[in-house]
């Protein structure tokens, strides 16, 4: 069976909740299960919303619960494993992208975007109508292609940097999903890489990311399945191997609506007045299948236990009031 590096990468933003901890502990499952190891990665990209207290938070309810990692935290490596700190690798990964010719500037509000497309599908994603596009630029790349000299420092607002998407599928196979194929152009269309303010897109720091780090397993919330494709259209652009990803069923409250750092009566500061680590670490087990009842236990003795055969595909509806003896 392959070994395999995975990750848990939250944001300091606030307080962990229980779907954090449910998200944490089958990443850490999935690893060890395969003797692999995890790693923890700071994504406190967002300045205005990323709290120093909430990432000490954060390690503290992972130690907490016996979610001990291999790698990283915010401190090992002078902070490298903060995406803070990262902005010149960044800078370098950019700079590779924009050789192909394919990454342009984009002066576009996001007012010029939502009044130039409507909402795809059913799910609120906007798709780029290619506004700032570069013609021709579909050519980047080819053979006797000159790459395009674009000018980033005129207009009258700073531009963003957004990347071509080219149309067609990007397939993959979740290993709780199974076979995707999800073509990124109809997604969402060419999307951002930084800001004009500068400020680094998720999508392409945690592509960075992961792949300098040697990470070949991301296990995450199934609301990020679909972005999956995006993500590998840069890694085969880098020339990057691409991870595994496995896809997790949301943890929601009894409105159905996916568990936020809002609904404090699950967050981990009030958890942890009311229950114990082991109480905590067996409620998730049974919610992920891996046990028939909810008995106290410790991470460690779920190892075996794990399979993604046992784990819901279905969202999981939980509440302070539904919530099992322990």
């Known amino acids: ?90 800078e370098r990964e950019l700079g590779r992208l924009m050789q192909t010719g394919l990454v342009y500037p984009c002066r576009c509000t996001r007012a010029d975007i939502m009044a130039t497309q409507a909402p795809h599908l059913s799910d609120g994603h906007i798709v780029y109508s290619g506004k700032c596009r570069p013609a021709g630029i579909e050519d980047a790349g080819r053979e006797g292609h000159t790459s395009y000299i674009y000018d980033w420092k005129g207009g009258k607002r700073a531009a963003a940097a957004r990347i071509f998407v080219s149309g067609g599928d990007i397939c993959f196979d979740d290993g709780h999903y199974g076979p995707q194929c999800i073509d990124p152009s109809r997604l969402c269309g060419d999307f951002v890489l930084r800001r004009a303010d500068n400020a680094w ?40 191997r691409e991870p595994a990803f496995a896809h997790l069923p949301l943890l929601c409250n009894e409105k159905g609506e996916r568990l936020c750092k809002r609904d404090r009566s699950l967050d981990m500061g009030e958890l942890r007045k009311t229950h114990s680590a082991e109480e905590i670490t067996g409620l998730l087990g049974c919610l992920a299948g891996l046990t028939e009842k909810a008995e106290a236990c410790s991470p460690a003795s779920l190892v075996s236990l794990f399979d993604w055969k046992k784990v819901p595909l279905g969202d999981i509806r939980i509440s302070p009031g539904t919530l099992p003896e322990l």
């Not at 990311?209 to 890694?235: F, T």
Request: with cysteine; aromatic share 12%; proline share 2%.
């Open 201 to 240: 897109a998720y999508q392409f720091a945690v592509v960075v990311d992961d792949a300098l780090m040697g990470v070949d397993e991301v296990v995450r919330g199934r609301d990020l399945l679909a972005s999956a494709a995006q993500q590998i259209y840069l890694y085969r652009l880098l020339g990057y």
């Open 1 to 90: 069976m392959e070994t395999r590096k995975g990750r848990f990468a939250p944001s300091p933003s606030g307080r962990m909740h229980l779907g954090n901890m449910f998200c944490a502990l089958l990443s850490w499952l999935s690893a060890k299960s395969r003797g692999g190891k995890w790693l923890l990665r700071i994504e406190d990209l967002d300045p205005g919303r990323s709290r120093y207290e909430y990432a000490r938070l954060i390690e503290d309810d992972l130690h907490w619960l016996g979610l001990d990692w291999d790698e990283g935290g915010i401190d090992a490596d002078g902070g490298s494993y903060c995406q803070s700190r990262r902005g010149d690798i960044y």
